[in-house]
């Protein structure tokens, strides 16, 4: 079988080109879309992330900066920050960057930005719209992995949806997902026991598990889709993902690289959900 690569970097930079003339059409009404992302200590991915974040807001015309925060900030000095920018009219969308340092409660923080600008979809009321079919912003990561299928017409009607991983920010979200989309669902995580066996039926098999190269050709049934969530480094500091990406070719339908498969659609949905945010004005 020959196995096709799902090119997220392609697309993203499909949907951020027309995401120019969308964001010039509200310059020409006066509406600049803003968005501000605040970053707390010195994680060297996060950074990268945040860079990349700002760098293509830029270039489809999204007015954005970054807030840097040491890594000693109190929760409460965080949560200030995001009050103020709650109380900006320019800034649209709220991003705080994930992992936040150990001593900060994540949820607490997430709950105090106004829920109108959560261009993340990690706040507890847009999570609980989502859940009830009636979303205002979705998380990025999932959402992009949404769009990716179907820009490659890949149909999920009755199909069988492994998700490997159960984070708020990924797994529980996309397993959801694609259960819309009328999928069976199985979600599988670090205590599953028979986690091959269940892999070995899958239609679609989503990786998000965070170990380097874990599910390799023999997990994967013959034409399945295989989307590599994982970003992790091997022993030389190389970028790899969770799927074995050389050992499943021949085997799967579909697979997405890494680099250049989801991670790209993740920033894109955030740029797609930030200027939804203004259009909606
Ligand atoms: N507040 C959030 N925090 C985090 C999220 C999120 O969606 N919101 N997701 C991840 C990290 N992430 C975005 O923040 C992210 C990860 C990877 C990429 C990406 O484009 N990766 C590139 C490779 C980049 C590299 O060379 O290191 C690729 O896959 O091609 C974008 C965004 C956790 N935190």
Redesign the pocket.
Known sequence: METQLLE??KLAEKMQSEMKVRVNSLLEKGKIPGLTVLLVGEDK??Q???R??ERQATKVGIKSEIIRLPETISEAALIEQVEQLNEDASVHGI?????LPKHINEQEVLRKIDYSKDV?G?HPMNMGNFLLGNASAL???PYGIMELLKAYDISLEGKNALVIGRSN??GKPMALMLMEKNATITIAHSKTKNLKELAQQADVLVAAIGRGHMITGEFIKPGAVVIDVG?NRDEAGK?IGDVDTASVMGIASYVT????????M??TM?LDQTIKKVEAE
Do not use: H, R
């Open positions: 997220g970097k991915a996060s990268v992330y945040v990349n974040k991003l705080v960057q994930l992992p993340d990690f998380p990025c990561t920010i990924v970003m970028l690289p890494v680099p250049g498969g989801v991670g790209p993740t920033i955030l």
